[in-house]
């Protein structure tokens, strides 16, 4: 059992920067599968950048339309993911989700945080 708390999120002019923060309850040092999702206005949730942190090493991947704009880091010492984002676009307007995935690629046993609102308008 873990519990995500996210911030950082808001209001930001388009070619903006925002950097969200994901809090867990508990270590993180054992969960190697986080990731951050997003959902804008009346469309499905999307996996934007994911994270992964094992014995191999650390591992990334983002969402194509994301790429060299997004950063997704972990700082297991502070129990906390962030997701650095840069030249921000309108449409990446969305709830930004933090999202732990404590069981396997087979067998997901999901956490999720409540949500942040990034709005990129001018």
């Known amino acids: 059992q873990v519990q995500l708390v996210e911030s950082g999120g808001g209001l930001v002019q388009p070619g903006g920067s925002l950097r969200l923060s994901c809090a867990a309850s508990?270590?993180?040092?054992?969960?190697?599968?986080m990731g951050w999702y997003r959902q804008p206005p009346g469309k499905r949730r999307e996996l934007v950048a994911r994270?992964?942190?094992?014995?191999?090493?650390?591992?990334?991947n983002y969402l194509d339309s994301v790429k060299g704009r997004f950063t997704i880091s972990r700082d297991n010492a502070k129990n906390t993911v962030y997701l650095q984002m840069t030249s921000l676009k309108p449409e990446d307007t969305a709830v930004y989700y933090c999202n732990v995935n404590a069981g396997s690629s087979l067998a997901r046993v999901d956490y999720w945080g409540q949500g942040t609102q990034v709005t990129v308008s001018s």
């Open positions: 994270i992964t942190d094992g014995f191999s090493g650390v591992s990334t």
């Open positions: 508990r270590s993180i040092s054992s969960l190697y599968d």
